[in-house]
C-alpha cells in the first residue's frame, strides 16, 4: 500500500514539476505516433474507399485480410520490421534501426489496417442508392468519393481515432524497432516498462497517468465534436 | 415524333443469362412528361438507371438529341440530367446545402446557386427549412427536398423514380399536385416511374407500359387504357374506361361532369371548372336495353349503340359508342338474354360511386 501511496505522491510532484525527461518522452510519443497514424490515414482512406466502394472478385478476400490485419500482434509487427531494418537486413544501409523512423515504420503498420478496416465500414454503412444518386446529380466519380467522405465524417473521425489509440499504447514494436534508446527512441510506453523494472514507481506512475490522459484527451475531442453534430 | 430528345433504341440488360429488359425504342419529346408503368419487378426502375447511364446495357445506346452518349461522354450525359429516386437521400447537412449539391456540383458560381436555391425552395413551400437539418424532416418535406434539389439544375431531362410512393396518401396526393404544376410551369421533359395508373394519368402526356422486362404499349394515356394492345396490358390497366370531361358543379357530395355534352356525376371533389378524367372499370357498367327503364340506384345513364363485342370466356367485353367509347363486362348468358349485337342500342349505367375522378 505505501508503496502505491509514495509513488502516486511522487508522481504529482513530477508532473507538476514539469519535468524535462518527462515532457521529452511525451512529445517524442506524439510525434512518433501522430506521425504513424497520418501515414497510416493517407494509406488508409484510398484503400479503405477502394475496398467499400469498389466492385472486383477478389474484394471479399482483400477484406478479410484488411480485418486480420487489424488484429496483428505489435510484437510480430516488431520482428517483422527488424528482419528488414537489421544492419545485415535488406533495408540495413538505410541505418534506421534504433532511430524514431523505425517506430514510425512499425506503428504505421499496425495502424494501417485499422484505419483501412473502419474506412471501409464506415463508407459501407452509408446507403448504397446514394451513389447512384449523386452520380444522378451530375457528379464525377472523384466528387462522389469526396462527398461519401464528407457523409461519413464521424465514422471516419472515430477510424483515425482508433488508428491513434492502437499505437500510442503500443510496446512491443517500439521497443524492439526502437531500442528504448534514452533522449532518442524511448516513447512513454516503454519507458513505463523500464522504471517500472527498475522498480521506479513513481516515475512509471507518472507516465501512466499521462499516457491515460493523452488517451482520454483524444477521445474527449472525438465525443465531443460527434455530439455537436 | 419529330426531334426526340431522348431516345431509347434496342436496350437490352441481361442478369445471370436471362433478359430483364428489353426494350426496342421509347423516345421521349422536349417538354413531354412520360409515365412508364408496370407492375413491381416489370424494371422501370432498371429502365430508368440505364436512362440516366448508371447502368450498362448489353445491349442498345442510349440518344441524347440524336447523339449516342459514349462510355467517355458518361459524366457529360449526367451533368444534362437529374434523378429523383424514392428515397430522398439527402445528405446530413442543412435543406439549403442539399439543394445546392448538384449545382456546386456542376460549378455553377457561388451567387447562382443562391439564386436558384432561394427560388426553389420557395416554389416548393419549403423555405421556412432552409436552415434545417436535413435528418430532422418529415417524409414529405424531404421528398420535397429532393425534387428541388434536382429541379434546381434545370436538367434536359428529369428522370424520377416512383418519388411518392413511400409517402401517406394525403402528402402523396399534395406532392403530386405540386409536382404536376412544376413540370406545366417549366416545360420539364421528364419520364415519371409508378406502378399507380392514377399517377400515371396525372402526370403522363403520354404511357408506356412495362411487363415482366417487355415494352408492351406506348401511347397516350386513353389510347392505352381503352385500347389495351393485348390481355396482360387489359389486366394490370384494368380500367378501360377513361373519359376526360370537365366539373360543372357539385351538387350533395356528387360532383357534376361535362362529357362531350352528356352529363355525368361521381363521388369526389373537384372545383368547377377543372378538367379532369372520369375512369370506370367495365365491371362497374351495366347494360339494359335501350327503351328500357334501369331498375337500379345508378345514377348515371347513358345512351348509346354497341359498337364491339369481344368473348373473354365466360365473359363478354362490350364496347358501347355513347359519344365516346364505354367498356362494359357481362356473362355470356346476359348477353345471350339481351340479345347483345353490334349495332344495338342499349343504356350504360354505373353508379357514381363506380366513376373514379382524376384531375387532368
Redesign the interface.
Known amino acids: 500500500m505505501d508503496i502505491i501511496w509514495q509513488g502516486l505522491l511522487k508522481a504529482i510532484q513530477l508532473l507538476f514539476s514539469g519535468d524535462p525527461e518527462v515532457m521529452q518522452i511525451t512529445l517524442l510519443s506524439l510525434e512518433v505516433s501522430g506521425t504513424a497514424t497520418l501515414l497510416s490515414l493517407l494509406i488508409g482512406l484510398p484503400v479503405g474507399s477502394l475496398l467499400a466502394l469498389g466492385k472486383f472478385r477478389s474484394r471479399g478476400f482483400w477484406l478479410s485480410l484488411v480485418n486480420t490485419g487489424m488484429a496483428l500482434p505489435p510484437v510480430v509487427v516488431g520482428l517483422a520490421v527488424s528482419l528488414f531494418l537489421w544492419r545485415s537486413g535488406p533495408l540495413g544501409d538505410l541505418q534506421l534501426m534504433y532511430t524514431p523512423s523505425a517506430i514510425i515504420i512499425a506503428q504505421t503498420i499496425i495502424a494501417a489496417p485499422v484505419v483501412t478496416g473502419l474506412t471501409s465500414a464506415a463508407l459501407q454503412q452509408l446507403n448504397p442508392r446514394l451513389r447512384l444518386q449523386l452520380l444522378g446529380l451530375g457528379a464525377s466519380r472523384w466528387q462522389m468519393v469526396l462527398l461519401l467522405w464528407k457523409e461519413a465524417r464521424l465514422p471516419l473521425l472515430a477510424a483515425l481515432m482508433a488508428g491513434f489509440g492502437s499505437v500510442i499504447s503500443e510496446v512491443g514494436a517500439s521497443m524492439m524497432v526502437g531500442g528504448n534508446l534514452r533522449g532518442q527512441t524511448r516513447v512513454l510506453t516503454t519507458a513505463i516498462v523500464l522504471e517500472t523494472g527498475m522498480g521506479e514507481f513513481a516515475t512509471a506512475i507518472a507516465l501512466s497517468v499521462l499516457l491515460l490522459a493523452l488517451a482520454f484527451l483524444v477521445n474527449l475531442a472525438l465525443t465531443w465534436i460527434q455530439q455537436r453534430e | 415524333m419529330t426531334n426526340p430528345l431522348l431516345e431509347v433504341k434496342d436496350l437490352v440488360i441481361r442478369r445471370g443469362g436471362a433478359k430483364i429488359l428489353a426494350v426496342p425504342y421509347l423516345a421521349v419529346g422536349e417538354g413531354e412528361v412520360l409515365a412508364v408503368i408496370g407492375p413491381n419487378g416489370a424494371g422501370k426502375s432498371i429502365l430508368l438507371?440505364a436512362m440516366?447511364r448508371?447502368l450498362k446495357p448489353d445491349e442498345g445506346q442510349i440518344l441524347l438529341r440524336g447523339q449516342a452518349v459514349t462510355r467517355g461522354g458518361d459524366?457529360d450525359y449526367?451533368?444534362h440530367?437529374?434523378?429523383v429516386?424514392q428515397?430522398p437521400?439527402l445528405?446530413?447537412d442543412s435543406v439549403f446545402n442539399n439543394l445546392a449539391?448538384?449545382l456546386r456540383?456542376?460549378g455553377l458560381p457561388r451567387d447562382e446557386v443562391e439564386r436558384r436555391v432561394k427560388t426553389w425552395l420557395e416554389r416548393l413551400g419549403i423555405s421556412h427549412l432552409a436552415r434545417r437539418q436535413a435528418r430532422t424532416l418529415s417524409g414529405g418535406e424531404a421528398q420535397r427536398t429532393s425534387l428541388g434539389?434536382?429541379f434546381a439544375?434545370r436538367p434536359d431531362l428529369l428522370?424520377l423514380d416512383e418519388p411518392f410512393s413511400a409517402l401517406d396518401t394525403p402528402t402523396r396526393q399534395a406532392l403530386l399536385e405540386d409536382l404536376q404544376k412544376l413540370l406545366a410551369e417549366t416545360h420539364q421533359t421528364a419520364v415519371f416511374i409508378t406502378h399507380d395508373l392514377d399517377e400515371a394519368l396525372m402526370l403522363g402526356q403520354r404511357v408506356a407500359v412495362l411487363l415482366a422486362g417487355d415494352l408492351r404499349q406506348v401511347g397516350e394515356p386513353g389510347e392505352v387504357f381503352t385500347a389495351p394492345s393485348d390481355s396482360e396490358v387489359a389486366a394490370f390497366v384494368g380500367v378501360e374506361t377513361i373519359l376526360a370531361g370537365r366539373v360543372t358543379g357539385e351538387v350533395d357530395g356528387l360532383v357534376q361532369v361535362s362529357l362531350n355534352g352528356r352529363r355525368a356525376e361521381a363521388v369526389g371533389h373537384a372545383p368547377a371548372g377543372r378538367a379532369v378524367y372520369l375512369c370506370l372499370r367495365p365491371e362497374d357498367i351495366t347494360l339494359w336495353p335501350a327503351g328500357e327503364v334501369p331498375v337500379s340506384s345508378a345514377r348515371n345513364r347513358l345512351q348509346g349503340r354497341i359498337t364491339r363485342l369481344t368473348p373473354q370466356g365466360a365473359l363478354v367485353r362490350v364496347t358501347v359508342d355513347c359519344g365516346f367509347p364505354v367498356v362494359a363486362l357481362v356473362t355470356r348468358s346476359s348477353a345471350r338474354e339481351m340479345d347483345l349485337q353490334p349495332g344495338k342500342e342499349v343504356t350504360a349505367s354505373f353508379k357514381a360511386s363506380a366513376a373514379h375522378l382524376i384531375l387532368r
Open positions: 438507371l440516366a448508371l459524366l449526367r451533368r440530367i437529374a434523378l429516386l428515397e437521400l445528405l446530413n449539391v448538384g456540383l456542376h434539389r434536382a439544375l428522370l
